[in-house]
């Protein structure tokens, strides 16, 4: 089975703070994932990289930055916490089966409170 | 670009009762099809994908999804819900490329 392991499931940090959250998997997967998931929102992408040191913005990467220096490690940084980026956010991999409808697998979660 | 539509922020049934949970995609290019679940505190996992092929697609716990060109649907189904299926449902529509994109999901409640 896939594993997509994010290393920390609950943080709490300071507005100000800089946060790192740690993702890896197992299934030499080319591309991952990094989605905020807020209520009644559904999951909103961040970042996603396809290649080692390779990243691409998704649909709310402001006050988030990325880190993929190895193929099985994926890194969301947010350089300066603030309140409004309290969620959960998930990390995810997928293979590279073109034309065949990539599944995405997940990790379970990390809850970032920032207050 | 490709978006999701679930109808439904909450849903309710019976235990026992059919479980039917809408999802309407829109994509310029034939889409590929999903549905995740994600029980509290956790993170999502795969029910079912439709890709290409006959278009009911059975998936894990007795779930099922039919999609409907015409229609551009993809609900999800179950016969009889059991408690354990309580959760949070996302659709989401992907054109075989890394940009998936997820509904906002529908949470189902079963009652006794």
């Known amino acids: 089975d896939v594993k997509v392991t994010q290393s920390s499931r609950y943080l709490v940090k300071r507005t100000g703070e800089k946060v790192f959250l740690e993702c890896v998997q197992d299934m030499d997967h080319e591309n991952m994932f990094w989605y905020r998931q807020d209520p009644g929102l559904g999951l909103r992408l961040i970042y996603f990289?396809?290649?080692?040191?390779?990243?691409e913005k998704g649909d709310i990467p402001e006050g988030y930055s990325v880190s993929r220096e190895k193929k099985e490690r994926f890194s969301l940084i947010l350089e300066s916490a603030s309140t409004n980026q309290t969620s959960m956010y998930l990390c995810?991999?997928?293979?590279?089966?073109?034309?065949?409808?990539?599944?995405?697998?997940f990790g379970e979660g990390s809850w970032l409170t920032v207050v | 670009a490709q978006s999701v539509t679930q109808l439904g922020s909450h849903v309710s049934v019976s235990e026992g009762a059919l479980v039917l949970l809408r999802c309407n995609y829109s994509?310029?290019?034939?889409?590929?099809l999903f549905w995740y679940v994600q029980y509290p505190n956790q993170g999502l996992q795969l029910l079912l994908k439709y890709t290409t092929g006959a278009t009911l697609v059975k998936g894990i716990n007795g779930f099922e999804a039919e999609f409907k060109k015409s229609e551009t649907s993809f609900h999800l189904t179950k016969p009889s819900a059991h408690m354990s299926d309580a959760a949070e449902y996302f659709c989401?529509?992907?054109?075989?490329?890394?940009?998936?994109?997820f509904g906002a999901g529908t949470r189902l409640t079963v009652k006794p």
């Open positions: 990289s396809y290649d080692v040191k390779m990243k």
């Open positions: 995810a991999s997928s293979g590279n089966r073109r034309n065949s409808g990539n599944t995405i697998y």
């Open positions: 989401a529509v992907s054109r075989g490329n890394n940009d998936m994109r």
């Open positions: 994509s310029s290019v034939p889409p590929y």
